[in-house]
């Protein structure tokens, strides 16, 4: 079978990292397909790499293997993981991602990356995408157990992002800001509610279903086909005429429905 990867990152296209990672896969794995989720993710905040992680688990086929490395911690002590769950396998740093994926997942079992003849031996203290991540992900395509490349960890000693929510209710993370100006929120949909209410500027942004409910130009709010909650404008920048930034908070009535909530 071919093993099927995912490459997720906040390594950017502007350098050679992204390249040196999957040569150092296809190297040890000739046969491997390399998807390339995103390259994008805001710098050192690893919990923004959850909603295209989450996004992209929903069309991969069972038992693809997916790295992700957004690793504020890189050279520290902090430990290289394989995740496993009844359907796929994950790689990463113990950043407080696999913590929170597992909330998202449900069952799942870790495993610290701790044997060196995985790795050759080395890791460089600043690029263990490739020197630590890179050969474990070509193991796990060659068939290795996760068993076999390190001790199981219990999932309680996972490391825990902390919270920067305000209010348990009513404060959502930006998470991003799409090509289109569109700014995403932390929170996804399981059931739509009843009312999401958002105010900027002392007005409050339509929720609707479709972005031609709003007069080209004008704000309008909905779940966007990935089902996280998004505010658009419509044919324009919702991030320009908002200022809305990734990272930021924003406090939003949400009413009915069911969903999960980022952070």
């Not at 991602?97 to 080395?122: A, C, E, Q």
């Not at 996760?146 to 920067?164: A, N």
């Not at 339509?206 to 998004?230: A, C, D, K, T």
């Amino acid at each position: 079978m071919t093993p099927f990867i995912t490459f997720t990152s906040d390594f950017g296209q502007k350098d050679v990292y992204v390249a040196c990672v999957k040569a150092v896969i296809l190297s040890r794995l000739p046969n491997a397909v390399i998807l390339d989720v995103s390259h994008e993710i805001a710098p050192f905040r690893p919990l923004f790499a959850l909603p295209p992680l989450i996004e992209i688990l929903e069309v991969t086929p069972p038992h693809s293997i997916h790295l992700v490395i957004v690793d504020p911690g890189v050279g520290s002590d902090r430990r290289a993981l394989v995740g496993v769950s009844p359907t796929h396998q994950f790689v990463f740093p113990d950043n407080g991602l696999p913590s929170t994926l597992l909330r998202w997942v449900g069952d799942m079992r870790f495993f610290h990356l701790d044997d060196p003849r995985i790795f050759g031996g080395f890791a460089s203290p600043t690029f263990q995408g490739r020197d630590l991540f890179a050969p474990a992900v070509a193991e796990l395509g060659k068939g290795r157990r996760p068993e076999e490349m390190g001790r199981e960890v219990p999932s309680s000693s996972l490391f825990q992002s902390p919270s920067g929510r305000l209010n348990e209710s009513e404060e959502y993370l930006v998470w991003n800001i799409d090509r289109f100006g569109n700014v995403l929120l932390g929170f996804r949909a399981i059931r739509p509610p009843e009312e999401v209410a958002v105010e900027w500027n002392g007005f409050l942004i339509p929720y609707v279903r479709r972005y031609q409910e709003v007069p080209i130009g004008h704000l309008g709010v909905l779940f966007n086909s990935s089902r996280w909650l998004e505010i658009f404008c419509r044919e324009g920048s919702a991030s320009e005429q908002t200022g809305l930034q990734i990272g930021t908070f924003l406090k939003i009535r949400i009413r009915g429905g069911t969903g999960q909530t980022l952070t």
